[in-house]
């Protein structure tokens, strides 16, 4: 497997990166990621002196330079992970969310099929997607493969208009396409914009923590290695022209997991319980907030035999050490940021 990772030094991609560069099959692994606010080249450190491991800064927006990384490192698989993310900054600026999200999908199918032209047996093109494309849940049910997509951010559009063009294809050509769609992932080297590094972050800044609107919303939460795991079974075994949903079975009220993380680091900081809780703040709710989130895993489990293995309360433990570690870390080496730092 010559495999291609787009978005490589992202949150998931990182996670994805770092577990299957060890795996024997996978002869070479290249990342194509433009370094966004999201992508940080140094998450991928560790792996410059490895000779099977690449890095190429490209744009997923250029299709010439996607063509030419596909035909000079004879890219067979793909997982493709580049995308802006962030549904807050989708709301303010959706542009980049249809450049990206959509284009520059189509840019990486059409450069795929024309390097895979005749011969699409041994290659796959896996395309990670969000339960978000299906919309918002009312107290009961959950989302299947079969569900209608309904997103309502741009976000989730740009998300859902890429799964219909990725599909499209496998429909038309025949190309060797699969779709995943996962719940909130949570783990190491998330962009600190998001929810749970930014509750630690502020709690070791000693500033406010917001929630949105009264805190009930509801989300499936699944640690990131579960994730990378149901991603390397399907890029192996997945059925061509399928979908696959991800999830932890987990669902947890914002307020909910908030509250969790505060009492988590209190505990590792040795404070009082209850002391960052007071930090919580209840800010006007997010335009179109979705309403719940929760998937329904069966199809995944049963074909694939995927399941979750990590416990959500302990994984949970094992990302705020890991926050904290890399906090500590940063503030030793930088004496003009420690006067930021408060751990009391
Ligand atoms: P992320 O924002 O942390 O990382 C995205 C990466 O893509 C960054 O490294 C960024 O630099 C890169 N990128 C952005 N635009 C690019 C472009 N034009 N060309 C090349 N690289 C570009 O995102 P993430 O949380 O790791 O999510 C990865 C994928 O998984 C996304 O497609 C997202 O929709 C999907 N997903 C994420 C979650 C989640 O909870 N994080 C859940 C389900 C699905």
Known sequence: MRLLVTGGAGFIGTNVVHQLISYPSVERLVVIDCL??????????????????????????????????????????????????????????????????????????????????????????????????????GREGSFTETSRYKPSSPYSASKAASDHLVNSYYITYGFPSIITNCSNNYGPFQNKEKLVPKVIDNIL?????????????????????????????????????????????????????????????????????????????????RPGHDFRYAINSDKVQEELGWKCVYEFELALDLTIEWYLRKKINKFTHSNRKKKELVIE
């Open 36 to 137: 966004t606010y999201a992508g940080k080249k140094e998450n991928l450190d560790l792996l410059k002196s490895n000779k099977r491991f690449k890095f190429i800064k490209e744009d997923i927006r250029d299709k010439q330079a996607i063509t030419n990384v596909m035909e000079t490192e004879q890219i067979t698989h793909v997982i493709h992970l580049a995308a802006e993310s962030h549904v807050d900054r989708s709301i303010e600026s959706p542009c980049n969310f249809i450049e990206t999200n959509v284009l520059g999908t189509f840019n990486l199918l059409e450069s795929c099929r024309s390097a895979w032209a005749g011969k699409w047996e041994n290659h796959k093109f896996v395309h990670v997607s969000t339960d978000e494309v299906f919309g918002s849940l």
């Open 205 to 285: 800044l000693n500033k406010d923590i917001p929630v949105y609107g009264n805190g009930n919303n509801v989300r499936d939460w699944l640690f990131v290695k579960d994730h990378v795991n149901a991603l390397w079974l399907v890029l192996n075994t997945g059925e061509i022209g399928q979908s696959y949903n991800i999830g932890g079975d987990n669902e947890i009220k914002n307020i909910d997991l908030v509250t969790s993380i505060c009492d988590l680091v209190d505990k590792r900081l040795g404070r009082l319980n209850g002391y960052s809780r007071n930090r919580i703040k209840y800010v006007s709710d």
